[in-house]
């Protein structure tokens, strides 16, 4: 099925590694301008230079999407510098992992704060002038812990869920202006967020897996890439599972 993006504008947050960096590199490579937000400079310069070595185009824009003012005070300057945004893609997140009966407040703010406040600040950014161009693709990557759980992820589990839920309201809120809000629920990936479990949680994981494998970061940008086309234009309030089949 040909993906086209051409003339697109995006905003992927989270853009510095792992599953934002795939996402930020495959919408580019389908032709869009992509504005990948995070933290780290350098690493996001990476990303711009991948991207460059693979024929797309990002632009590098540090940010901490916790930040409700700097986010704001961004966004309208994105709309501005690129006359709209048309695709944003909402990545970015951390994990604080603890039982809850040892979790500390900061573990459960911080992850809450980038998570799903996090989100709640982007979305703001953009939708007033997404619902004047009756045109916009919102993509919440979630996670499967938001559906099944996990011990030790409360605050994570909590965040994610909570994004299903805001994903779901968003799409209804903005159906009739040709908006689509969609979630991507990934399950174990390849990624510096994983590499912190312990080997024998891996296995376990693995084991559980139907498919027998972790998934890659660009398994994860290729469900993303297709929600974001017009291809999908008929699929909103949806959470699509992109988990080798553990949550089913
Ligand atoms: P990762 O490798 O740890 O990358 C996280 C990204 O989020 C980094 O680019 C980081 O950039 C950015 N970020 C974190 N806090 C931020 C903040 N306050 N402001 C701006 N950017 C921030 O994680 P990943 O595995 O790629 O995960 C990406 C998303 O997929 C997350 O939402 C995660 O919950 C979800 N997910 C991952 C898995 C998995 O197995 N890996 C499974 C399910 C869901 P800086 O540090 O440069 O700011």
Redesign the pocket.
Known sequence: MPMSLTDKIAIV?????????AIAIKLAREGALVCG????RE??AETVRLAEESGGKVQAYP????DTAGVAELFKSIVKEHGGVHILVN?????RDNLLMRMRVDEWDEVIQ??LK?SFNTCQGVIRQMVKQKQGRIIN?????GIIGQPGQTN?AAS?AGLIGFTKSLAKELASRNITVNAV?????T????DELSEELKNDATRAIPLGR?GQ?EE?ADAVAFLATDNAGYITGHVLQVDGGIAM
Do not use: E, H
Not at 37 to 40: C, F, I, T, V
Not at 185 to 189: C, D, L
């Open positions: 947050t989270g853009a510095s590694r792992g599953i934002g960096r937000l995070a933290r780290n690493a996001l940010c901490d999407i916790s990545n970015a997140g951390i994990t980038t998570n996090g990557i979630t996670s499967v812990v994570y994610k629920a990934p399950g174990f990936v990624t510096d967020m994983t972790f970061p994860i």
